[in-house]
């Protein structure tokens, strides 16, 4: 009992280490420059809700060369089990992106038909680019409507190497309602996670909502679930708020609540303020990813940010002056919906910094502020 216990401890001891030196050559940069040692990736999942610019932030990412960037994986486990609601797929969800960030793309098999596409493989610079696709280069800033038409819409079988080349695995996901799925994933020690909370006021993701309405409409099926037959339809987009903000509101103080080792590991921003100054806040974010911000990075931004564009599609980065979109909701929508989402979502405006507006008269001037710099 006591020897078979001692070998037993002595091989998980020995083990490890001797995998180690074994597989230790194949990862060192020096012998190895295509592969990035494993154990020296990070890993940054940018957490929000549909509508809030993550599609924006995932660009900022995707852009930079040292990024391995993937918007969405988890559409495939929620249009392949379409019948689940969102709580029951969460933990599908949460086990597709810990594989994604270990680059192991296998797992797409059980939601995937053999012939389909990734889901907007296109925004992802790293498979536009080699070993995945060599008509562009790796520094180059790829929109993703060049690449969609140049390059192959089938670089699943290079993925993997393609991922395994970056030091950096970035996944923005809007899939999650709660941080406690991805409690495992912030301790686990084959991953070095870090967590973007991207959130924007509800108000202008609930205007931006209504005119990608038919877009969203199996999403928020999923997440309404029962609820999606008993509420009446008027009220759908109002209980999507609810349960949006929500989510957020619980994020953030189970944040809160996590020991200061991992509580460095979390960053909240909100939208309105990346458009306020996205250079400076673009530096933040790269900062706590671990990347340099690159000199063509910045003039990029800086262009992208002041108008210059990228594409149409609702699910393409705007390419229409950001500051100014960030601010629509203030015209176009009518005072008594702002009233009433800003009941429903009420203690999370008043968390993370957004101001109710208290007439129309001071929701249609922009000199009242709507949220705290
Ligand atoms: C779900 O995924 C399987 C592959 O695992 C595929 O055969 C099937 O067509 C997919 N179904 C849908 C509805 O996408
Ligand atoms: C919604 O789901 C239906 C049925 O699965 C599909 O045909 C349709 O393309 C989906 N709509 C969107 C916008 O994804
Ligand atoms: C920025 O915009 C200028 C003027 O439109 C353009 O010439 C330049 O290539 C752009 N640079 C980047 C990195 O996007
Ligand atoms: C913002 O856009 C709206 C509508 O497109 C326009 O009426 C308004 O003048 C713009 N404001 C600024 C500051 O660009
Ligand atoms: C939330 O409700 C409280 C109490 O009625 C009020 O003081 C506060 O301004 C409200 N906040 C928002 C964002 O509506
Ligand atoms: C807009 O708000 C500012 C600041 O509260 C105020 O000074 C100004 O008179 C308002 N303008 C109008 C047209 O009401």
Aim: aromatic share 10%; hydrophobic share 40%.
């Amino acid at each position: 009992m006591f020897w078979a216990n001692k070998t037993k401890l002595l091989a998980l001891l020995v083990l490890p280490f001797l995998t180690f030196l074994l597989f230790q050559p194949f990862y060192h940069p020096n012998h190895s420059p295509g592969l990035i040692r494993k154990s020296s990736r990070k890993h940054v999942l940018i957490l929000s809700s549909w509508r809030s610019g993550s599609s924006f932030v995932g660009q900022l990412f995707s852009q930079h060369p040292d990024v391995f960037y993937l918007m969405e994986p988890a559409w495939h486990v929620w249009t392949n089990l379409s019948s689940g609601s969102a709580g029951q797929l969460q933990m599908a969800v949460r086990d597709l992106v810990r594989s994604v960030f270990l680059c192991d793309m296998g797992v797409f098999d059980a939601y995937m038909a053999q012939d389909s596409s990734l889901f907007q493989w296109h925004t992802s610079r790293a498979l536009c680019s080699p070993p995945a696709c060599h008509l562009f280069n790796r520094e180059a800033i790829i929109p993703s409507a060049n690449c969609r038409t140049l390059c192959d819409k089938q670089p699943f079988s290079t993925i993997e190497e393609v991922c395994r080349s970056y030091s950096h695995v970035v996944i923005k996901e809007v899939r999650f309602f709660s941080l406690k799925p991805l409690h495992p994933l912030l301790t686990d020690p084959s991953l070095n996670l870090k967590i973007i909370h991207l959130i924007r006021d509800p108000r202008a993701m609930f205007r931006s909502r209504q005119n990608t309405e038919q877009d969203l409409m199996n999403d928020s099926h999923i997440v309404m679930g029962k609820q999606w037959k008993t509420i009446k339809k008027e009220d759908h987009p109002y209980y999507m708020m609810k349960i949006i903000c929500q989510s957020h509101k619980e994020i953030y103080e189970a944040a809160q609540l996590l020991p200061d080792s991992l509580r460095e590991r979390y960053l909240l921003i909100r939208y309105e303020d990346l458009v306020q100054d996205p250079l400076t806040q673009t530096a933040k974010l790269y900062e706590f990813a671990g990347l340099p911000f690159l000199p063509h990075l910045q003039i990029w931004v800086h262009n992208i940010t002041q108008g210059k564009g990228m594409g149409k599609h609702p699910f393409d980065t705007d390419s229409r002056n950001a500051r100014n979109i960030s601010q629509a909701w203030r015209w176009s929508l009518p005072h008594d919906k702002v009233v009433k989402l800003q009941k429903i979502c009420n203690d999370t405006m008043d968390l993370m910094g957004y101001l109710p507006v208290l007439s129309e008269e001071d929701q249609r001037n922009l000199s009242v502020g709507s949220f705290y710099p």
